[in-house]
């Protein structure tokens, strides 16, 4: 792994540790965040319809627009379950991300923009 590639790694693991934290801070219980973390890759189900349905399900819900809208909104409106939900969601994509695990190209689900999952990385 290129230095570089560890770097972007470690900040992806900071993000997730921040989510984290900022969750706790929330005062939501762990129940919630145990049973969400994983609730964005139920988006792999659109790999059913094929590739390119797949990656666009997939990557929908794999940015960091949608949460960070939705934790904002919870923000703004007190809501300490939208921002809780949007942090868990956020962890999960930064999580992804520390791992290597990029948003999917429509070539199929091996290929990612980071590079293709199994394979040594440039």
């Given at each position: 792994?290129?230095?570089?590639?560890?770097?972007?790694?470690?900040?992806?693991?900071?993000?997730?540790?921040?989510?984290?934290?900022l969750?706790?801070?929330?005062?939501?219980?762990?129940?919630?965040?145990?049973?969400?973390?994983?609730?964005?890759?139920?988006?792999?189900?659109?790999?059913?319809?094929?590739?390119?349905?797949?990656?666009m399900?997939?990557?929908?819900?794999h940015?960091?627009i949608?949460?960070?809208?939705?934790?904002?909104?919870?923000?703004?409106?007190?809501?300490s379950?939208?921002?809780?939900?949007?942090?868990?969601?956020?962890?999960h994509?930064?999580?992804?991300?520390?791992?290597?695990y990029?948003?999917?190209?429509?070539?199929?689900?091996?290929?990612?923009?980071?590079?293709?999952?199994?394979?040594?990385?440039?």
């Amino acid at each position: 792994m290129r230095p570089v590639d560890l770097v972007i790694r470690l900040e992806w693991v900071v993000a997730a540790v921040v989510a984290v934290v900022l969750y706790k801070l929330t005062g939501v219980s762990w129940w919630l965040f145990a049973l969400l973390i994983l609730a964005p890759d139920l988006s792999m189900l659109g790999y059913l319809a094929g590739p390119r349905i797949g990656a666009m399900a997939y990557n929908a819900l794999h940015i960091l627009i949608a949460p960070l809208v939705l934790g904002l909104a919870g923000v703004l409106l007190s809501g300490s379950m939208l921002t809780a939900v949007a942090l868990v969601w956020a962890a999960h994509i930064a999580i992804d991300r520390a791992l290597g695990y990029g948003l999917k190209l429509p070539t199929g689900f091996q290929d990612t923009h980071l590079g293709r999952i199994g394979r040594d990385r440039p």
